[in-house]
């Protein structure tokens, strides 16, 4: 069912709050162990939060999301419910507060049923930096689901919730929807509170909804937008009807196509797009080409700009005021125990491996006589990339190309290799080094042989800053004339 | 480093140098594994060498217009109770955050 579904038939009585929260916390028990897409499910908490919103239907007779269970990717904070950032470092933390995003959702009705694995602390392209393991592609479960919000991307995969959250910090919302074949949307920098998001990289990261329709991913943005007093980054402007823009037309929208980016990738990848073009010219769109000529550096750039962030940002592990710290007598650890062993230790022992190489690449960047080299210079290089998009869009509405350059390799043959790990994020780091809004919608499968290993590809749709209507415009548009959203895994049992 | 166009590599010494500034305590075979991946990450992100960046502004947010003002007002905040209470090492009664020994 979508978010529409569920909340029309709740708001009408037709199904109980309690009914759909029951029929989603089966699946998850079902399928989970399989998927490994939850890190904390709260059961409990969300059955006495369905009868709740069941006893006292009036209240909620109104509410955007009325008895929608959510998924809430476990590095956005949820008082009172553990929220690791999958790291070892906040296995136990229970934060006393709750996102902002948690208490619009939870505000609009919806029902909280857990916490979903993720990269840990937002670090990653395949979910394998996880504490936890790795989360499955639904799609096929020796691959990769895409990262960091892949159990997210893989609970709506496969319908263990309808609407998850996730981040973005480098493409973690859009390449795992693009990769679990569902719908993931990362807002303009500003348009939703990161108030309680867990920071990896505060310049970039941003909060948004991963959905099978994208009119569920309208739906939601209405209810995530907005300023908020604790985010002093939040922005101020007016939050439209998003949904009221899903009108289906897109005669004389001008879609953007960086042509000689794209050369060299995965070639059912290639042909999918294409096809997706097919289809919203089709509908009175114009395709044309346009000039990014910065973009080919975008993914170094983020890697300087971001590893940057994260060794600040992670600078507050040190095991003092929360989470986990290092025991003065662990073992092989002898030997004087003062404030800087423990810190070294407690981080030694909290942090996972990817964590630890960004520190080091951040800390190393911004060090005296390195910073101008390579801090400064991505910086530079920033204004450039976004300059390349202004450009752009005093020409086009949008910017079409894939999310991903490959649909979703198999777990482990990248792991070995930072470089190749951060060449999957080629097309995505862009959108949050300008700030702008971009959308993943299916639009294919692979066809190898053999059929059971079809997997998703997704189209990536870039749009204005503040902008999302025209995204979800298009990307609904689009989402109109196809199948692909309605498909299911084959791991979910036919009924 | 720089006149060269490519990055000389890293040292374990400098590795280990990188690991104290970041309070990361690192054993024998990280430093040897970080080494080498740092080394290779930064020879990949050397192409940003390659830009012109001849007077181009740096970017450090994209947040076009920052909130205005607000009055100082005092709000209510986390207890002490609850500031405490995720803490590995907390003197509860006192209401303190307890490390191990700084000074003597």
């Given at each position: 069912m979508t978010i529409r579904e569920v909340r029309d038939a709740v708001r009408s009585g037709a199904r109980s709050a309690a009914e759909v929260c029951g029929d989603v916390l089966a699946r998850i028990e079902t399928l989970n162990p399989q998927?490994?897409?939850?890190?904390?499910?709260?059961a409990d908490r969300a059955m006495a939060r369905a009868e709740e919103i069941d006893r006292d239907r009036d209240r909620w007779r109104h509410a955007p999301l009325a008895g929608v269970p959510v998924a809430v990717k476990d590095n956005l904070c949820t008082r009172g419910v553990r929220t690791t950032a999958s790291s070892r470092m906040l296995e136990h933390y229970v934060p006393p507060y709750d996102a902002t995003v948690v208490a619009r959702l939870e505000g609009a009705g919806a029902v909280i049923v857990g916490k979903t694995n993720c990269d840990e602390f937002a670090m990653g392209s395949s979910n394998e930096n996880s504490a936890f393991g790795p989360v499955r592609n639904p799609w096929a479960l020796d691959r990769i689901p895409g990262g960091t919000s892949g159990g997210s991307a893989a609970a709506v995969a496969a319908r263990l919730a309808p609407l998850a959250l996730g981040s973005d910090t480098g493409g973690s919302i859009r390449q795992p929807a693009a990769l679990c074949g569902v719908v993931g949307l990362k807002p303009?920098?500003?348009?939703?509170?990161?108030?309680?998001l867990i920071a990896h990289a505060s310049s970039l990261d941003q909060v948004g909804p991963l959905s099978s329709t994208v009119h569920d991913a309208a739906l939601t943005l209405g209810v995530l937008a907005g300023a908020d007093p604790c985010d002093a980054t939040s922005a101020a402007e007016a939050v439209p009807?998003?949904?009221?823009?899903?009108?289906g037309d897109v005669r004389g929208t001008r879609i953007g196509v960086p042509r000689a980016l794209l050369e060299g990738i995965d070639a059912e990848v290639s042909r999918a797009i294409d096809a997706a073009l097919e289809v919203l010219k089709a509908r009175g769109a114009a395709v044309v080409d346009i000039d990014l000529p910065h973009a080919k550096y975008a993914t170094p750039v983020y890697y300087l700009v971001s590893t940057a962030e994260a060794s600040s940002n992670l600078a507050r592990y040190d095991g003092v005021r929360y989470g986990f710290r290092a025991p003065a007598d662990g073992p092989g650890k002898a030997g004087h125990y003062d404030l800087r062993a423990m810190y070294s230790r407690t981080r030694a022992q909290g942090f996972g491996p990817e964590v630890k190489r960004r520190i080091m690449l951040g800390t190393y960047v911004l060090s005296a006589g390195y910073y101008d080299a390579y801090y400064l210079k991505a910086q530079q290089a920033r204004t450039l990339i976004l300059r390349d998009y202004d450009r752009a869009f005093a020409d086009v509405d949008v910017v079409a190309m894939p999310t991903s350059p490959t649909p979703a390799v198999r777990l482990g043959e990248r792991v070995s290799d930072p470089v190749q790990m951060y060449l999957m994020d080629i097309f995505t780091v862009s959108a949050n080094l300008s700030g702008l809004p971009a959308i993943s919608v299916p639009c294919g499968f692979t066809?190898?042989?053999?059929?059971?290993?079809?997997l998703p590809i997704g189209m990536q749709l870039m749009g204005r800053r503040f902008d999302e209507a025209t995204l979800l415009r298009v990307a609904d548009a689009y989402e109109r004339d196809t199948?692909?959203?309605k498909q299911l895994p084959p791991l979910i049992p036919s009924r | 480093m720089l006149a060269s166009g490519m990055p000389a590599g890293f040292t374990r010494d400098q590795i280990a140098n990188i690991a104290a500034l970041a309070n990361l305590e690192l054993d024998a075979s990280e430093t040897d594994l970080f080494t080498r991946q740092l080394g290779d990450i930064l020879a990949y992100a050397e192409v940003v060498q390659q830009i012109d960046t001849t007077g181009v502004p740096p970017t450090a947010s994209v947040v076009a217009r920052h909130a205005a003002d607000r009055p100082d007002e005092i709000l209510p905040s986390l207890d002490r109770d609850e500031a405490l209470a995720?803490?590995?090492?907390?003197a509860l009664d006192a209401g303190f955050f307890r490390v191990p020994r700084v000074i003597g």
């Open positions: 998927l490994n897409a939850f890190n904390t499910v709260v303009t920098y500003g348009r939703v509170s990161r108030y309680g009807d998003y949904t009221a823009a899903l009108t066809r190898a042989a053999p059929a059971a290993t079809d199948e692909w959203s | 995720g803490a590995p090492d907390a």
